[in-house]
């Protein structure tokens, strides 16, 4: 057990939906990152977070977007689902800044219909 | 920006055996290469990592080693048990104060064949 927990464990929609995956990290980190793992994509980084603040940008689409609270713990937002939007959407944290060693939290796997 | 690449994608070996995977990076700034291992249903676990000022690491019956004018790292699994299989992941990380990336390899699927 990794200490990052993600909610919730499995989610099902239909294309046009909008869905909120939720991260809360390891006690005492204060950086969050997401990452999508699709089949033919393997484990691509979306975003990062430090203590409330976005700090690093990957491959996420316009249509996604995230945050972070003044309690650490983040949210993925997903909006106008595709298809192709279907995979396993991990969370990880990190201490803090230039802390490389991440951890991560079980996954969401998305299914759009 | 950085590219890491991993072989083999699939490797079946015999129990006692040992397994090598290794994987290729693009940018020489990339300065942590971690590994990890993800079960069925579970995400990636952290089983081992280097940074660039060490040439090699060992932690009980898994090592990784690090050749950083060839851009290359691998990683090594002894005595090879039935819960080693998994698909393994090696990664690469540019970090610079205030702004890091960790880049995934394409993983390779472990089976350890009693």
């Known amino acids: 057990d990794s200490g990052v927990t993600q909610t919730p464990k499995h989610l099902i929609t239909a294309t046009g939906q909008r869905v909120t995956l939720r991260c809360s990290p390891r006690?005492?980190?204060?950086?969050v990152y997401w990452y999508q793992q699709s089949l033919d994509q393997g484990l691509q980084f979306l975003i990062q977070?430090?203590?409330?603040?976005?700090?690093a940008k990957g491959n996420i689409l316009e249509r996604f977007s995230a945050q972070q609270f003044p309690d650490l713990h983040s949210e993925l937002n997903l909006s106008s689902l595709e298809l192709g939007d279907s995979a396993l959407y991990f969370c990880?944290?990190?201490?803090?800044?230039?802390?490389?060693?991440?951890?991560f939290g079980p996954g969401t796997r998305l299914l759009v219909l | 920006g950085e590219n890491v690449e991993q072989h083999p994608s699939t490797l079946s070996v015999q129990e006692g055996d040992s397994a090598v995977i290794k994987c290729t990076y693009s940018?020489?700034?990339?300065?942590?290469f971690p590994w990890y291992k993800q079960e069925l249903g579970k995400g990636p676990q952290l089983i081992i990592d280097i940074r660039s000022n060490v040439g090699e690491k060992k932690d009980q019956r898994i090592a990784v080693t690090l050749n950083k004018t060839a851009k290359h790292f691998s990683l090594h699994i002894t005595e090879t048990q039935p819960e080693d299989s998994a698909v393994y992941f090696c990664?690469?990380?540019?970090?610079?104060?205030?702004?890091?990336?960790?880049?995934f390899g394409t993983g390779t699927r472990l089976t350890i064949i009693p």
């Open positions: 977070y430090y203590n409330g603040e976005e700090r």
């Open positions: 940018d020489s700034a990339s300065n942590y």
């Open positions: 006690s005492g980190d204060l950086s």
């Open positions: 990880a944290s990190s201490e803090g800044l230039a802390q490389e060693t991440q951890y």
């Open positions: 990664a690469a990380m540019w970090s610079n104060f205030g702004n890091e990336k960790l880049t």
